[in-house]
Nanobody
Framework: QVQLVESGGGLVQPEGSLRLSCAASGSLFSLNPMGWYRQAPGRSRELVATISTGITNYADSVKGRFTISRTKNTVYLQMNSLKPEDTAVYYC???????????WGQGTQVTVSS
C-alpha cells in the first residue's frame, strides 16, 4: 500500500506564490505518472498537471504559472501568479507503473484571496 501526503497549502493573496509537496511512502515501487488535481466547491475534480518520466502536462488554465517537478517519490507543484479562481482543494495522485492502480492523497486547501 502506498500513502501520499500533501503539504504546503494555505491562504495567499492574489499574485502570490505557494509550493505544494506530495511525499509517497509505504510499499514503494515504480510510481509513474504522478500528478496534481484540484476540486473547487461545486465543481468536479480537474487535472492541474502531470509528470511522466520527465514529460510534463498542464491544464491550459495554469500554463505559464504552475510548474510540476519530481524527485524520486516526491512530487512538487510550484504555483506562481495565483488567482482567486485557483482556490480549491489540491490532490496529489500516483499510478503504479504499468497497472490500473492509482493512489490519492487526502488533499490540501489552497485559498487565494485578498
Amino acid at each position: 500500500q502506498v500513502q501520499l501526503v500533501e503539504s504546503g497549502g494555505g491562504l495567499v493573496q492574489p499574485e502570490g506564490s505557494l509550493r505544494l509537496s506530495c511525499a509517497a511512502s509505504g510499499s514503494l515501487f515504480s510510481l509513474n505518472p504522478m500528478g496534481w488535481y484540484r476540486q473547487a466547491p461545486g465543481r468536479s475534480r480537474e487535472l492541474v498537471a502531470t509528470i511522466s518520466t520527465g514529460i510534463t502536462n498542464y491544464a491550459d488554465s495554469v500554463k505559464g504559472r504552475f510548474t510540476i517537478s519530481r524527485t524520486k517519490n516526491t512530487v512538487y507543484l510550484q504555483m506562481n501568479s495565483l488567482k482567486p479562481e485557483d482556490t480549491a482543494v489540491y490532490y496529489c495522485n500516483a499510478w503504479a507503473a504499468g497497472t490500473s492502480i492509482v493512489y490519492w492523497g487526502q488533499g490540501t486547501q489552497v485559498t487565494v484571496s485578498s
